[in-house]
């Protein structure tokens, strides 16, 4: 638009380019802003896990342009002083900021995991986004001689209150509606030594929001400890007919999950979803399914076998489940129910990588060999879904690709933050 209001310029092709990066970048910069929203329109039809993929992609290719602006800038006459010179106008200076606070924001979510940055130190900064936002809106406004014409401001300003607007809503309004209507711990049950089940439910007078099995939300708990309020996604392992409840299933495996069993009835509990696409309920025509689990990835699956069982679904289903050992398996008893003949179409393999001596189950992983020797040759004919660790459900992937298994047929979802 900037172009096409303002078509002629006395300046070289290289610093042209130099600022329609800072332009394009700012743009795509604004707009992730919109997609971390959790705004229902987007994430129904593409996912959560999808858009925030996209939204990560999308904020690097942001600062890959707005690292090159400057650059191109002193090669298309600039000069090197603008990189390097102190004795720079105000607003440049607010520019160099963002540009430094934005390459800190990217470098720290690709090796948040790498160098084991917690997640509220992560949080903390990622939070910063807005004060970035703030400086290059004043950076460009005074800046770029392209914002001096009505239309173009118009639109830039539109742009940027949109994002204000997303932001405030996802951070502000949302978390007040949360607490507002705040869930209750009705009971918290031990699935396991290191796993527990918190059973959530509504306020009194209020509707549990209606979900698809396999989905998840986001849940903040309000203990008056550390981590009080803070917000982390979970699979709702309950199905979706269970009356007025929420269950999640979470096992101790960081710093805030490994205080779940702390949790008591009666605390409060904020709850937004529900998210994702991974549900057997949105493929319909798939009649004969194989479930792939690895360690607490069994919690989606465990709610579609469960809106299964409860709605006497025609469908034939085969679990293989991982572990590292028989104390770790996740809600046995019940499959082991699920699975008991003769009317049962649920088939329960598990599959431990450290067994004791006694066990005659599977040993191992879930690889290609299992996966064919309990599929056989028609597996390209099913439809298999995958949750566990991402080391787990990345092996699981390449497997089953090299078995013929199409793409449309593969079903998985990440949802860690």
């Known amino acids: 638009m900037a172009g096409l209001v303002h078509p002629r310029t006395q300046q070289s092709f290289l610093w042209e380019l130099g600022k329609s990066f800072a332009l394009v970048g700012a743009v795509v910069l604004v707009l992730q802003f919109v997609l971390a929203a959790r705004l229902r329109g987007i994430t129904r039809h593409f996912g959560l896990d999808a858009v925030l993929r996209f939204h990560r992609g999308m904020a690097i290719f942001a600062v890959v342009l707005i690292v090159l602006h400057p650059v191109v800038l002193a090669l298309g006459g600039g000069g090197w002083s603008l990189l ?78 949109a994002a204000v607007t997303t ?35 509504p306020p009194e007078g209020s509707h549990r929001f209606p979900f698809l099995p396999g989905q998840f939300h986001f849940v903040s708990l309000y203990r008056g400890d550390r981590y009080d309020g803070e917000e982390h996604p979970f699979t709702i392992s309950s199905s979706p007919s269970e009356h007025n409840v929420l269950r999640s299933t979470i096992k101790a495996s960081g710093d805030f999950t490994s205080t779940v069993g702390n949790t008591k009835p009666g605390d409060r509990v904020r709850v937004q979803g529900p998210f994702g696409r991974f549900s057997h309920l949105l493929h319909p025509a798939e009649t004969d399914l194989v ?38 398996i996740v809600f046995r008893e019940e499959l082991e129910a699920m699975a008991r003949p003769p009317a049962s179409r649920l088939k329960v393999v598990h599959v431990l990588s450290d067994a004791d001596l006694g066990w005659d189950g599977e040993r191992g992983y879930v690889d290609q060999e299992c996966i064919l020797r309990h599929c056989g040759e028609e597996v390209s004919r ?7 660790p991402p080391p787990m459900m990345d092996q699981v992937s390449r497997a089953l690709r090299s078995l013929g298994v199409p793409a449309d047929s593969l079903h998985s979802e990440r949802f860690s933050l």
Not at 122 to 143: E, P, T
Not at 145 to 155: E, I, N, Y
Request: overall charge positive; glycine content about 6%; proline content about 3%.
């Open 84 to 161: 390097t010179s102190v004795r720079m106008p105000w607003y440049i200076w607010l520019g160099k900021i963002a540009l430094l606070l934005l390459v800190i924001q990217v470098l720290a979510a690709l090796v948040r995991r790498t160098v084991r940055l917690s997640f509220e130190t992560w949080r903390g900064l990622h939070n910063q986004a807005v004060v970035v936002l703030a400086l290059v809106l004043i950076h460009s406004w005074v800046a770029g001689s392209d914002l001096r014409h009505r239309p173009v401001q118009a639109l830039w300003l539109g742009l940027f209150a």
């Open 167 to 201: 932001y405030a809503y996802h951070k502000v309004y949302a978390p007040w509606q949360g607490r507002r209507r705040a869930y209750r711990v009705s009971a918290v049950h031990r699935e396991t030594h290191n796993t527990w089940t918190l059973m959530l439910e």
């Open 291 to 328: 479930f792939i689990a690895g360690g607490i990835g069994i919690t989606p699956l465990m709610s579609m076998l469960r809106h299964m069982r409860e709605t006497d679904a025609d469908l034939r289903v085969l679990l293989l489940y991982g572990n590292r050992a028989e104390e770790d």
């Open 382 to 388: 099913k439809a298999f879904y995958v949750c566990g």
